[in-house]
């Protein structure tokens, strides 16, 4: 995976500082801590997202950053992405992750990482979720009050059986890898507008999103286009004259600059 950016992402392990000084364990329960595991899987999922291409740092990871001094980092750090590893406490079941308001990128990012978790260890996926503060505005500091695109990844529960997942290090490994996987879906996605190349001797161009649309027009290959909105795998094209089909043995896909 080559991208045309060097993206430079923060990885986090949430607590380990409360706001004196001493130590904030996050949640527990039973035997466990929330920034025990918290800072595992964070741990490696930088070293997989390091393996994936991404200019990737861990911060925290010794418990030596309260909340401001994290959000603080992150904001210094000529950061593209980041993501701050919770765990959720309340008795419930399965994934949710924490996007800012009104940020597309943000909801579809943690939509993404969500579900991959749900899926590595057979939860329920919450999904994408915002949370409310004072005046309206995102509830967590860290998704607030950062300048790059900072998701809150509560990855599953520590007070339920969820935590069973996550007890050895080959689960924080698992979960880990889960999360990379969605990062680098996301980061490999193509955000509208972008330009193709039809590399097929003829591409029908249909009415819609689908073969049951009917048919406009047909492109030849070595035909450029812009294409100004996706929908599953077919793109609306500039021109106005309907839709293709991305798929990579048809068309070629310009590499584009994710806008966060
Ligand atoms: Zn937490």
């Given at each position: 995976m080559k991208f045309k950016k060097n993206i430079k992402i923060c990885v986090a392990a949430g607590h380990?500082?409360?706001?004196?000084g001493g130590f904030d364990p996050g949640a527990c329960s039973g035997c466990f801590r929330e920034f025990d595991i918290a800072k595992e899987t964070a741990k490696y999922l930088s070293q997989y997202l390091r393996s994936a291409g991404f200019d990737t740092e861990l911060i925290n990871y010794n418990g030596d950053l309260y909340l401001t001094e994290r959000v603080e980092k992150i904001n210094s750090g000529d950061f593209y992405f980041a993501l701050e590893i919770h765990l959720n406490a309340g008795g419930g079941t399965g994934s949710e992750v924490y996007y800012p308001k009104g940020s597309a990128q943000g909801r579809r990012a943690a939509a993404l990482i969500s579900s991959g978790i749900a899926e590595a260890f057979s939860?329920?996926?919450?999904g994408a979720k915002t949370k409310d503060g004072r005046n309206?505005?995102?509830?967590?500091a860290v998704v607030r009050d950062t300048k790059p695109l900072t998701l809150l990844v509560?990855?599953?529960?520590?007070?339920?059986?969820?935590?069973e997942n996550v007890s050895s290090a080959s689960g924080r490994d698992l979960c880990a890898r889960a999360i990379s996987k969605a990062v680098l879906a996301f980061f490999s996605e193509k955000a509208a507008p972008f330009t193709v190349k039809i590399l097929c001797d003829e591409l029908n161009v249909r009415d819609?999103?689908?073969?049951?649309h009917k048919i406009n027009m047909t492109v030849r290959n070595g035909d450029v286009f812009t294409v100004v909105e996706k929908n599953g795998n077919w793109g609306r094209l500039k021109s106005g004259a309907g839709w293709i089909n991305l798929s990579n043995n048809l068309v070629e896909m310009r590499e584009t600059e994710k806008e966060l």
């Open positions: 380990g500082k409360s706001k004196n939860i329920p996926d919450r309206g505005r995102d509830y967590f509560e990855t599953l529960f520590i007070d339920s059986d969820d935590v819609g999103p689908g073969t049951w």
